[in-house]
């Protein structure tokens, strides 16, 4: 509970417009809640599975997008720990072909970003692995805190799977993964 409120609240202190916005986070009967932005369409993920590879243009245009989400978490002190297709939504199911076409992309689930500077709460420590193996930053794979390079890693792999139509490494297990990374 203790994590998932403060990580609530870091995420709320985000805005970008190609960031999903958090509005609060409150519980009800004992349950804790987020309450966010709703987005209608589908992720970046379900557009690889049904369309395969994106051309040059599309895929530029959502890195773009995303990098520009990050870069404005990153300067607030957020890692977002998870950036992956899954996590990349495509507002009415539309992928931008313009870096500043809107509403373009919105990065989605920083509900396991973690303020970079916040050490002392002692919810994430150092060893404990949090993201999805597929796109897992060496950094992480090893234990080691995640930065703002880990989600700078992590959109290489996305970007990757949207011109390859694969991600770099496709392994039985995720400790296999996790290795090849």
Known sequence: RQRFAAEARTAASLTHPHAVAVYDVNSADEQPFIVMELVRGRTLEDALNDEGRLDDVQAVAVASQILTALHAAHRRGIVHRDVKPANILLPDGVIPSRPEELPGVKLA?????????????GLTTVGQVIGTPKYLSPEQVKGERATPRSDLYATGVVLYEMLAGQPPFDKASALGLALAH
Request: proline content about 0%; cysteine-free.
């Open 109 to 121: 689930d920083f509900g396991i970003a973690k303020a970079v500077s916040d050490a002392t709460i």
